[in-house]
């Protein structure tokens, strides 16, 4: 089955600095791929579009300078997180969108983000 | 716009106990609807789906029902095992190559032996 990976699983960053997390497909091409967030205890909030090729498109109140989104190529999509802060501190979660049959959306592990 | 609510858990069950979830939603024109399930400390996993009125999506011994009269896509099981105890999340996307989920809240279910 289609795999999609995510790396660092988990980050533990300070205050003012930038973390960068990687999403890559394992066994097939996307040309689509999610970046959702989830806070404790909540449900996944859609941050941004990423088309290879392409910028990003971002959902309404994220903030594109903060939250730079990659899409270097078919496999892979890179999330950075730009001067972070405690209340970036959060699960992120990629999903790729394979181009077969029904469009079904492959999650990867998610990445656990502390900012201290 | 689109939205998935389904019923707030916890939901505490004891082994071989029949489940519900309860997931209604709000689209525009055909959306297709899915069930994911998150085990602690992992990924979402694609639990089951369904594309069009009327079809029936399982696996793993759940099912849900793509009810377009009551905008309804209700997860059931009939005998939970211990090893059911996740976080189980409605969504959906409309029937339109490349767009997103849209997520219900989770429903964190609990099963004792």
């Known amino acids: 089955g289609a795999v999609v990976s995510q790396h660092p699983s988990w980050v533990i960053c300070k205050s003012g600095t930038s973390v960068k997390i990687e999403c890559r497909s394992l066994?097939?091409?996307?040309?689509?791929m999610f970046w959702y967030r989830q806070f404790p205890k909540q449900s996944l909030m859609l941050m941004a579009t990423s088309n290879e090729g392409s910028k990003a498109t971002y959902e309404q109140g994220v903030e594109k300078d903060k939250f730079l989104i990659n899409h270097a190529s078919l496999t892979l999509s890179t999330l950075t997180v730009t001067s972070a802060h405690p209340e970036d501190s959060s699960f992120y979660i990629c999903s790729a969108l394979t181009r077969q049959g029904a469009y079904e959306q492959y999650f990867g592990p998610g990445t656990r983000l502390t900012v201290t | 716009g689109d939205s998935v609510t389904q019923m707030e858990g916890p939901v505490t069950l004891s082994e071989e106990a029949f489940l519900t979830i309860n997931c209604t939603y709000t689209?525009?024109?055909?959306?297709?609807l899915f069930w994911y399930v998150q085990y602690p400390g992992e990924g979402l996993q694609l639990l089951l789906k369904a594309t069009k009125a009327d079809d029936k999506g399982s696996n793993k011994g759940f099912e849900a029902t793509y009810r377009k009269e009551t905008t309804s896509f209700h997860l059931e099981k009939g005998s939970v095992q211990v090893s059911d105890s996740a976080v189980y999340f409605c969504a959906l996307t409309p029937n339109q190559a490349g767009t997103a989920l849209i997520f219900g809240k989770g429903t964190t279910l609990s099963v004792s032996s």
């Open positions: 689209a525009t024109g055909y959306p297709s």
């Open positions: 066994d097939f091409q996307a040309t689509t």
